[in-house]
């Protein structure tokens, strides 16, 4: 049964930084793409970013490109997003997930996946 643990959220003020990590178990991590996504009050949920199985290759929204970063400890099953200038309007809970299919290519919509964390609140105060 697949497990993921996001951790890492918080309190911050616009332009200062977090970094978010998201635990995973239950089956073989380094063979899944994995996402991070976020959802506002009152608005639908919408991809960040994702990182391939292989870590070679990620893509982001373009709301976060150039100020977030992820990434993924195949080792220690692991995957992290860090947000850097952050602004109010990232404000949301932000919530990993995990790829149903091994090995595949980037995926970067809600639908696509079907292992999804508890989610962790971060708020950015202006």
């Known amino acids: 049964q697949v497990q993921l643990v996001e951790s890492g959220g918080g309190l911050v003020q616009a332009g200062g930084s977090l970094r978010l990590s998201c635990a995973a178990s239950g089956r073989t991590f380094s063979n899944y793409n994995m996402g991070w996504f976020r959802q506002a009050p009152g608005k639908e949920r919408e991809f960040v970013a994702a990182i391939r199985w292989s870590g070679g290759s990620a893509g982001y929204a373009d709301s976060v490109k150039g100020r977030f970063t992820i990434s993924r400890d195949n080792a220690k099953n692991m995957a992290y997003l860090q947000m850097n200038s952050l602004k109010p309007e990232d404000t949301a809970v932000y919530y990993c997930?995990?790829?149903?299919?091994?090995?595949?290519?980037?995926?970067?919509?809600?639908?696509?996946?079907?292992?999804w964390g508890q989610g962790t609140q971060v708020t950015v105060s202006s």
């Open positions: 997930a995990e790829d149903p299919v091994p090995f595949r290519g980037l995926r970067m919509s809600v639908q696509e996946y079907d292992y």
